[in-house]
């Protein structure tokens, strides 16, 4: 271990040295160092030299550590684990950073401040709440969450054991704990338990706490503290134990010390009215409060305190009276300590005076006789075996009982106290574990130690051996852990020492027997313990002493007199006063002393009691005080008791430590820092640590940090272990100096400090290089500089010598110029030459590696190649043998099909039957036809009657508007209205004109088009003719090739394929013509039944026949809804715009446009198909036909005729719509409003209206016609098939059969053939299809492979870093484009869903009018009139907005809509559809106006919603869903109060909506403040979602990879609560962060929120973000650097470009982000001069002062070339920034919240139009 060590005792190293004032001093190696030199040359910090002796005796001195571990949070993440290490460290901590918290292993130490630190408020125990030791800044909150962590983890009890010497700080650290406890764990009912827990606190501080010389507030007194927990973690109760009370300090303490606070306190109120019979007056007027010589303890006010005392006793349940009698008690003994004790003249007897006041109140306050009291205060009894006699007793003999017996008052109380607390904080509930808070004395020493010091340095001796068995087992199962070696380390073990004073005869036993010897003295006692122990290692006599002893301990010797050591260990109370005191006439005095009787104590007067308060166990009355327990064996009872709970559970340790005497604030004295860590076992722990393997590394960490020692080959291996492994083998060759574990690497002390070195040289080696290639430059730059300036300066002064010397100067210049281009040719040729050489070597070492790669790459394409052409040959081979298969299946398949389809076929052509069925439907279809076309003249002769009562109508109008328009004139004597209305009767008079001679023109169109028909339907019959030949010819055909020989056979087939594909053409022409024919009959229907409606009455009608065509949806499937819908939307949409409105609305005018075209092009069609038919007639003509009957004749006639008047239709349809566009054009722009105007608008409206209906009409009659007429087509087609099947069986009667299956098989071959060649066409198509979009894929494919080609060959070319860079880029490019192509479809899909909504909408409202209509339909007949306003009920005008329910159905009502509703239930409704359904609801009780059902129906809506949010009080989403609904439901009663503060942008329709009869104003309140409330717990839930994921994204996670720095971890990092094998917590990335926002905004969005809400929750969110962050920033060190601040502030710019894609960057949002936003530029900035003090100070406006400075001194280099920051600065920065006024916290309040505002937002919603699905189950509700 020397000869390792000698290697880093080199020049420059810094050592440590032994100090006799500083105990430890800092120096410097300035020569190295043998091995064998006498003298280490060193070097102060002061620059002092100094020589160092070496030797046996005076070893080599400790080595400092590097600067970058100073300060570290844990002191085991030291590289040198020693003792002036850890002093340092401390010491930096405190002084520099004001760091009072220190981990030391498992160990807290806490260094008391003297000073009151804002570190300890709620907002700090939120933020260590929930997280792991290791991740944040020491605290005594991350020691308390590690054990209730650790408590619901492991299902195990804890402890926290607080010790550490008097003014350390053990009390306040026991509070704090305890607090912590009562916060995170508070009780789940109402009992406020954890209150109580806390209210304890002050009450024993009262009691039990007194001001002595090393500490204002020193406990007297040790206390267990368990803390209860339910199963479920929540705090159930209590129970508190003490340990030996100080009774001595109650009747004397040294000088400038007090008595227990309680005292002092009472004294101080006792001018209060309450108090007065207490007789009190000031602390100084009393001997047991005086004997300090001070009274007070500066900022302390004994008022206040005595008032907070009083509320903790009224809060922990003691009664006023209780309270008044423990006051009494108190006071009695003031009072008891100020009796006067007169001696007599013998001396051996005394007496007090008669009058003495402190006698008299002493017994009244008691309520004990005067008397009595006064007698046995001066008299003793003693008792024999055969009498009892009285003893007087001298003055100092009764001072020492008086003494005593307040002594024994005051341990009673206590002890009654303390079960009163314990009273209050028990609890009937089961308690499933808890959590012990142990506040105990630490090791203590002074000059003069007696019984006190030995017990509490006993105690300490159980504790400490205790701690290090711990510690001890925390190593050894760590090791085990990782599965290295174990090796036994040698620890301090204090059984010995323990032996010694608990043993059989040791110092206890002896004590306690020299107790019963009736003249025992201290005197014996020394003796025998010199006598039994003088051998003793752990015991010593004082050489000048024969009445003290020294025991060693662990921490130090102790020297303990003797004198008193008996007395105190008997506790001796005159049973004589305790007897009075039992009869006292005050209840609670004589409850005190009953213990005895009622035996339910441990031992007799109490003495149990007042050690332990919860009794272990119960003993029977003992017969005589001396076979009482003594003092010491009660104590070594409940030490075993304690020592056996703490055992039983995990312990946690806090070492305070007390940095000085004089209780100066952050002022540390290294000599009893020192000390104190020698004395609380901290350097026991780091010695145990040290001795093994003190420093471990994480794989991944190891490798992140060293991994620049590591070779470039070494870093292309994947295993990181195997990389870590070569690593150390190779620079450390010692292998005993490290272990490789599971997950971590061991090293022994100081190998990391090495692994630093390396490293350090490394960076520094690469530091110089780039320093000297830089100046390298520099230095270039100059001399460049200095050059050209010089030439300068020699060309001006050449120039002026060679005005005086030209011939020389040529010369001169001749020769430099000739030496110039030698020079340069000569060092040109040597850089050439160089050049080329360093090009030859890079091009054949490049040839060399490219070939070698080329040769592997083309090793790995032959075998590919080879591989490719066997697995294709072994496929083919598979496809040719599966496709033969399948063809012969098929073929096999095809021809059993065949024959069985020949059979078929040859059985229904001997069926006759057939073809009568055939013939019967066309003869009914010609009958039917003859009975339309009667029906139509009828109606053609009832419209022209119709027509001419119209024109009688119209006649009379005319002659009105005549007369109208004289009596106009008569009136007024405007000219220019006279004027306009003439035009106007002028323009009527020419519309009638047009209208007249538009019937006649439809007339003659209807004649010439029936004509048209007619002649039409003559050329089909002639075609019909003509295939019929055709077919027969056929027939001939067939038979010949039959009889034809086996030679033509060739012949014959080629000739039966041509056959054949002539005959699928004609079959193929013949289906289009009978397509097209029925196509036109439709068509001509359709215009005929337009003609008999287009009649230019003002009161538009149709019959029942037809009412069908009004509907917009028809059973035909060949109507276009679109279209319909389109022509319809317009009429309507002219309607409500009203007239000029419309003419204006160019779209309008598209859309019928758009319909004329459409109209025009479906006549051109109709008009080629026309044409092309009359040319295959003309030339099919001189073919035969057949001739046909007189009834089809006419039939086809007349279907000519409805031809020839679809096209006069049509043309009188696109003329109309013609003249509607000019006329409305015509109108709008002229300003009149006339009634009369209006009126012509509206007949020119009914006459579009008329139009559109009609068209739809004449489609469906086109329909019906064509299925007549294909049916007919058919059933002649069929009639002549049999015919040509009856001819040959008259010609050729030998072989019918034969002729007839030859035929079928023909026509069956046909139709397969026919069959086959569709399939193949489709499949044809199909491939080709397929082969299009498999090339373009391939195209897009190539693209895509040469563009990532592009990108490798140019990440190739770039460096390591630059190529992560850039891949970085490529991937954040490609996920932007992703994301974009996935709002672009979210978009698409979005906008696909609103059309289909209101298309669902528009079916819904059509299948309601269908069902209407249906029902009117089947009603007895009536008007046509009549019917016609039965059925037009689809605009619903009657529908005034409201629902209406029984009022049993309420319950049904809220159950469906409130309580069961889910909210993807409604997703695809309108937003908020609930509230708009219970709005509704309200409308129609205000409408009955029934104010009870209106009240009903809020309340329960109000508690059901509640109820609802209770249930799901975690569920972001339905919580999101109700705070819509509630805030529209909320402006839903103000948009329709009728207020016209709410009206002003109603529409004139909500306006008539508004409530009539109640004014719910206080509804609104009430639905105002539940909105809140559902705003809080949305926020509530949001937060409690993203709490987990803040810190780890935007602390934690690399967003900036390879950025953060990894430095040593202590053993908090190391060993956290958690496990983090792999079942520990999930870390979280910034995209999760952010992903979640998102997911938060988008389900407000879809849930209708208004977006001002939406922002304030973002804002919200957003500063619980800010808060959170800077919390865990400002208690965290690892977290304070320049990388951290980096990833900061980009995830910061992340935030808030997410706030801008979200359009939420108005919400001030960004602005709560402000003071992280500095925290982020504070640790980047340079913190060096005091411009840099002066530039922070301007930059951080949003962060307080406490916050800087706490940043700057957190802020910590992750490697030796960043600067710590100076105190110098830190203060600097404190100075100037003096004049703020900031609040003291240092943390930021994360249960802030921002008062949320709830703007009016009217909803723009027609309630007339809402839907309600069907899938909410609301039958019951009637629309009104």
Wanted: with cysteine.
């Amino acid at each position: 271990m020397r000869n390792a060590f000698i290697m880093f005792v080199l020049q420059f190293t810094r050592v440590w040295i032994p100090d006799p004032e500083d105990v430890w001093k800092a120096a410097e190696i300035t020569r190295d160092y043998k091995e064998g030199e006498p003298v280490l040359h060193l070097k102060l910090e002061d620059e002092s030299p100094l020589e160092y002796p070496i030797g046996p005796k005076d070893p080599l001195p400790f080595l400092r550590n590097p600067d970058i571990l100073v300060g570290e949070n844990d002191l085991t993440a030291l590289s040198y684990l020693h003792e002036p290490a850890v002093l340092h460290n401390l010491r930096v901590r405190f002084l520099e950073s004001n760091n009072i918290y220190t981990y030391c292993g498992i160990v807290l130490v806490a260094i008391n401040p003297y000073e009151q630190l804002q570190i300890y408020g709620e907002e700090v125990i939120n933020a260590y709440t929930g997280q792991n030791m290791g991740d944040m800044d020491p605290h005594i909150f991350a020691v308390a969450e590690e054990a209730y962590k650790q408590m619901a983890r492991d299902e195990r009890n804890q402890s926290i054991i607080v010790s550490g010497e008097s003014g350390a700080g053990k009390t306040v650290s026991a509070k704090y704990a305890m607090r912590f406890f009562a916060t995170v764990g508070g009780s789940a009912n109402d009992t406020n338990v954890e209150e109580k827990v806390l209210a304890s606190s002050p009450i024993m501080e009262a009691i039990g706490n007194a001001k002595t010389t090393r500490n204002d507030n020193s406990s007297r007194f040790g206390k267990y503290i368990q803390i209860g927990f339910s199963r479920h973690y929540h705090i159930i109760g209590a129970n508190m134990r003490t340990y030996l009370l100080e009774k001595s300090r109650v009747v004397f303490q040294a000088e400038d010390e007090r008595n227990y606070h309680i005292f002092y306190q009472l004294c101080a109120s006792a001018s209060l009215p309450e108090f007065k019979d207490l007789a009190l007056t000031s602390a100084e007027d009393f001997t047991y409060t005086s004997l300090g010589e001070n009274i007070f303890i500066e900022g302390v006010n004994d008022a206040e305190d005595f008032e907070r005392t009083r509320q903790a006793f009224a809060l922990v349940g003691v009664k006023d009276s209780s309270q008044g009698s423990i006051f009494k008690i108190i006071a009695s003994i003031l009072h008891l300590g100020n009796v006067e004790i007169c001696s007599e003249r013998d001396g051996d007897s005394c007496h007090i005076l008669t009058d003495d006041p402190h006698l008299k109140h002493f017994c009244r306050l008691l309520g004990v006789e005067l008397e009595q009291m006064e007698h046995w205060l001066c008299h003793r009894k003693l008792v024999t075996t055969s009498e009892t006699y009285v003893k007087n007793m001298s003055s100092k003999q009764a001072a020492n009982a008086r003494d005593a017996l307040a002594k024994h008052i005051y341990a009673h109380m206590f002890d009654w106290i303390v079960e009163h607390v314990n009273m209050a904080l028990h609890t009937s509930f089961k308690q499933h574990s808890f959590i012990g808070v142990l506040d105990i004395y630490g090791f203590e020493t002074f000059e003069m130690n007696s019984f006190e010091q030995f017990c509490i340095n006993y105690a300490n001796e159980k504790l400490q051996q205790q701690f290090n068995s711990h510690v001890f087992k925390l190593e050894q199962e760590e090791y085990m852990k990782e599965q290295i070696p174990w090796t036994l380390i040698d620890f301090y073990d204090n059984q010995p020492c323990i032996d010694l004073i608990e043993a059989k005869l040791g110092v206890l036993d002896l004590l306690d027997e020299e107790c019963k010897v009736p003249k025992g003295t201290d005197q014996n006692w020394a003796q025998k313990l010199y006598g039994k122990h003088s051998s003793s290692a752990h015991f010593q006599k004082p050489r000048m002493s024969n009445t003290s002893f020294i025991i060693v301990h662990f921490a130090d010797k102790v020297e303990y007199q003797c004198e008193g050591f008996l007395e105190k260990n008997r506790d001796t109370v005159y049973e004589e006063q305790i007897n009075i005191l039992k009869a006292s006439k005050f209840q609670l005095v004589a409850d005190l002393f009953q213990e005895k009787q009622d035996g339910s104590s441990s031992s007799s007067s109490g003495k149990s009691a007042r050690v332990n308060v919860r009794a272990a166990r119960q003993t029977p009355k003992a017969p005589n005080k001396e076979h009482r327990k003594s003092v010491g064996h009660q104590f070594r009872n409940s030490l075993q008791l304690l020592m056996e709970t703490l055992n039983a559970t995990t312990p946690h340790y806090v070492r305070c430590i007390k940095p000085n005497d004089d209780k100066e604030a952050f002022s540390f004295d290294s000599r009893r820092a020192v000390q104190q860590l020698r004395a609380c076992g901290v350097l026991e722990t780091i010695r145990i640590s040290a001795a093994g393997y003190p420093s471990r590394w994480t794989y991944p960490d190891f490798f992140n940090r060293y991994r620049v020692l590591m070779k470039k080959s070494d870093m292309t291996i994947a295993d990181k272990k195997l990389v870590c492994k070569n690593l150390l083998e190779t620079l450390i060759k010692d292998p005993d100096k490290f272990q490789f574990g599971k997950t971590k690497i061991f090293f022994r002390a100081g190998q990391v400090a090495y692994l630093e070195k390396l490293r350090a040289d490394k960076f520094r080696s690469a530091c110089i290089k780039i320093q000297k290639t830089v100046r390298g430059w520099l230095q270039r730059v100059r001399y460049r500089k200095i050059l050209k300036s010089a030439i300068t300066l020699q060309r001006y002064g050449r120039g002026y010598l060679a005005r005086r010397y030209a011939e020389q100067l040529r010369l001169t210049r001749a020769a430099l110029t000739c030496q110039k281009q030698y020079r340069m040719v000569r060092d040109r040729r040597s850089y050439l030459r160089v050049r080329q050489a360093v090009i030859t070597i890079q091009a054949y070492t490049r040839g060399m590696y490219t070939r070698r790669i080329f040769q592997e790459f083309l090793l790995h394409h032959k075998a590919m190649i080879i591989q490719k052409t066997v697995r294709g040959w072994l496929e083919r081979k598979k496809f040719r043998r599966a496709r033969n298969a399948a063809i012969i299946i098929q073929c096999a398949y095809r021809r059993m099909h065949a024959k069985r389809q020949l059979k078929q076929l040859k059985i229904e052509a001997r069926s006759a039957e057939h073809l009568k069925k055939l013939n019967t439907g066309m003869e009914n279809k010609i009958v039917q036809l003859q009975r339309k076309m009667d029906d139509q003249s009828k109606e053609y002769k009832a419209q022209n009657e119709q027509l001419s009562i119209a024109n009688t109508t119209l006649g009379t109008e005319m002659s009105k508007l005549q007369k109208e328009l004289e009596q106009v004139r008569s009136r007024q004597g405007d000219g220019s209205q006279l004027t306009s209305l003439q035009d106007e009767l002028e323009k009527l008079r020419a519309e009638l004109q047009e209208a007249y001679a538009q019937r006649k023109r439809l007339e003659e169109e209807h004649s010439s088009e029936k004509l048209g028909l007619k002649q039409r339907v003559e050329e089909l019959e002639r075609e019909n003719s003509m295939l019929k030949s055709e077919k027969e010819e056929m027939n001939q055909r067939i038979l010949q090739h039959s009889k034809s020989t086996e030679d033509q056979e060739s012949n014959a087939s080629q000739r039966e394929v041509c056959l054949q594909t002539e005959l699928d053409e004609e079959r193929q022409r013949y289906q289009n013509l009978l397509k097209e024919f029925s196509r036109l009959e439709q068509r001509y229907d359709n215009l005929q039944e337009e003609v008999s409606l287009a009649k230019f009455h003002p009161g538009h009608r149709r019959n029942p026949s037809n009412q069908s065509s009004l509907e917009s949806d028809s059973n035909y499937p060949s109507i276009s809804t679109s279209e319909v819908g389109d022509t319809e939307d317009s009429i309507q949409l002219v309607e409500e715009m009203g007239v000029e409105k419309a003419a204006m609305d160019i779209s309008l005018f598209m859309k019928l446009q758009k319909r004329v075209r459409e109209l025009e092009q479906e006549r051109k069609r109709l008009q080629i198909n026309l044409d092309k038919m009359e040319e295959l007639a003309k030339h099919k003509g001189t073919e035969s036909r057949s001739p046909t009957s007189e009834q089809e004749s006419a039939d086809l006639a007349y279907n000519s005729l409805k031809r020839q008047e679809l096209e006069s239709e049509n043309k009188k349809l696109k003329n109309d719509l013609n003249e509607l566009r000019k006329t409305i054009a015509d109108r709008a722009s002229q300003n009149s409003s006339s009634n009369e105007l209006q009126d012509g608008y509206n007949v020119l409206l009914s006459q579009l209206k008329a139009a559109s209906e009609e068209l739809e009409a004449r489609k469906e009659e086109v329909l019906i016609l064509r299925t007549q007429i294909v049916s007919t087509a058919q059933q002649q087609e069929k009639n002549d098939h049999i015919e040509s099947n009856n001819v040959p069986e008259l010609n050729n009667s030998k072989e019918p059969l034969d002729k007839e299956e030859a035929v079928k098989a023909y026509h069956g071959l046909c139709e397969s053939k026919k069959l086959l060649e569709t399939q193949l066409q489709s499949q044809s198509r199909q491939h080709k299809d397929e082969l299009e979009a498999l090339h373009t894929q391939i195209e897009l494919l190539k693209d895509d492979i040469e563009k990532k080609q592009e990108i490798l060959n140019y990440t190739m070319s770039l460096s390591p870093e630059a190529q992560v860079e850039y891949s970085v880029q490529q991937e954040i490019t490609r996920l932007t484009n992703d994301n974009l192509d996935l709002k672009e479809l979210v978009e698409k899909l979005e906008k696909n869903e609103r059309k289909l909504k209101k298309q669902l909408r528009i079916y819904m409202k059509k299948v309601q009018e269908l069902e209407v209509s249906q029902t009117a339909a089947a009603q007895p007949k009536a008007k046509p009139e009549l019917s016609r306003q039965v059925t037009v009920q689809r605009k619903e005008k009657d529908f005034e907005g409201m629902l209406e329910y029984y009022k049993e159905d309420e319950a049904l009502l809220v159950k469906s809509l409130i309580t069961d509703i889910r909210p993807n239930a409604v997703s695809a409704t309108v937003p908020c559809l609930p509230a708009y359904i219970l709005f509704m609801c309200i409308r129609h009780a205000d409408y009955i106006n029934d104010d009870q059902k209106v009240e009903a129906l809020l309340t329960s809506s109000i508690n059901a919603i509640k109820k609802v949010l209770k249930k799901n009080n975690d569920d972001f989403e339905m919580t999101s869903f109700w705070l819509a609904n509630t805030s529209r439901l909320l402006h839903c009663l103000k948009q329709y109060s009728g207020d016209e503060v709410f009206m002003t942008q109603n529409t004139a329709k909500q306006n008539e909506h508004c409530l009539k009869n109640f004014d719910l104003a206080e509804y609104r309140q009430v639905l105002s403040d539940l909105s809140i409330q559902i705003y809080q717990q949305l926020i509530k839930v949001a937060e409690g979602i993203m709490q987990p994921m803040i810190v780890s994204a935007m602390l934690e996670s690399e967003s900036i990879p390879s950025l953060a720095g990894v430095k040593p971890m202590g053993y908090r990092n190391r060993s956290s609560s958690m496990d983090n094998d792999g079942s520990g917590p999930s870390s979280y990335t910034l995209e999760a962060l952010i992903r979640q926002l998102g997911q938060f905004h988008s389900i407000m969005g879809e849930h209708g929120l208004d977006p001002e809400i939406v922002g304030q929750v973002v804002r919200q969110l957003f500063h619980c973000i800010n808060a959170i962050t800077l919390n865990n920033l400002l208690l965290r060190k690892d977290v304070c650097s320049w990388s951290t601040g980096m990833q900061l502030r980009y995830n910061i710019s992340q935030m808030e470009e997410w706030l801008r894609g979200n359009n939420l960057y108005q919400s001030k949002a960004a602005a709560t982000l402000e003071s992280i936003i500095q925290a982020a530029q504070l640790l980047q900035v340079k913190k060096k001069t005091s411009q840099d003090g002066e530039a922070i100070c301007s930059l951080c406006t949003a962060l307080t002062v406490q916050q800087i400075v706490k940043i700057l001194n957190l802020y910590t280099p992750l490697n030796e070339f960043e600067e710590r920051v100076t105190v110098s600065f830190i203060r600097n920065i404190q100075n100037r920034l003096q004049e703020r006024n900031d609040p003291p916290q240092l943390l930021v309040d994360t249960k802030h919240t921002f008062p949320v505002l709830f703007p009016y937002t009217p909803s723009a919603l027609s309630l007339e139009t809402l839907h309600i699905p069907a899938s909410l189950s609301l039958d019951f509700l009637i629309r009104v």
